[in-house]
């Protein structure tokens, strides 16, 4: 799954996600999969999006989603609150940042996903 963060997020705007996340997961989850979240143009979000995205992504990983990839340039505030929704030492599943998504989707293939022609679509 490819996912782009845009803005400031309100809880709102995390519940609606969610609720997007989920049905696009639908068709993904009988098996393993992975997502990668690009948040260069995510501008954080409201202490109240927190438990909504942490519930969200233990759900993915009960769900057989076995590895996250965020991609941003080096950002102290985004690190510490992605972090505060599932931390990148968390074990339930691999979570890596990169720099670029060459170097994300790179991850990905040598983990045993198959990265077919990785395109993003502003």
């Not at 845009?6 to 098996?31: C, I, M, N, P």
């Not at 057989?64 to 968390?90: F, G, P, W």
């Not at 979570?95 to 998504?101: A, K, L, P, S, V």
């Amino acid at each position: 799954m490819i996912i782009h963060c845009y803005g400031s997020w309100s809880g709102t705007t995390a519940l609606q996600f969610v609720e997007e996340f989920k049905r696009a997961a639908q068709f993904l989850y009988h098996s393993a999969w992975s997502h990668i979240v690009f948040f260069d143009d995510w501008v954080l979000s409201t202490p109240e999006c927190e438990p909504v995205i942490t519930d969200m992504l233990e759900w993915a990983v009960r769900h057989n989603m076995t590895h996250s990839v965020r991609i941003y340039r080096e950002d102290a505030l985004k690190s510490y609150q992605l972090n505060k929704m599932m931390d990148e030492r968390d074990d339930s599943h691999v979570i890596r940042h990169f720099y670029t998504e060459e170097q994300g989707f790179a991850w990905l293939q040598e983990c045993g996903y198959l990265v077919e022609q990785p395109r993003v679509v502003a």
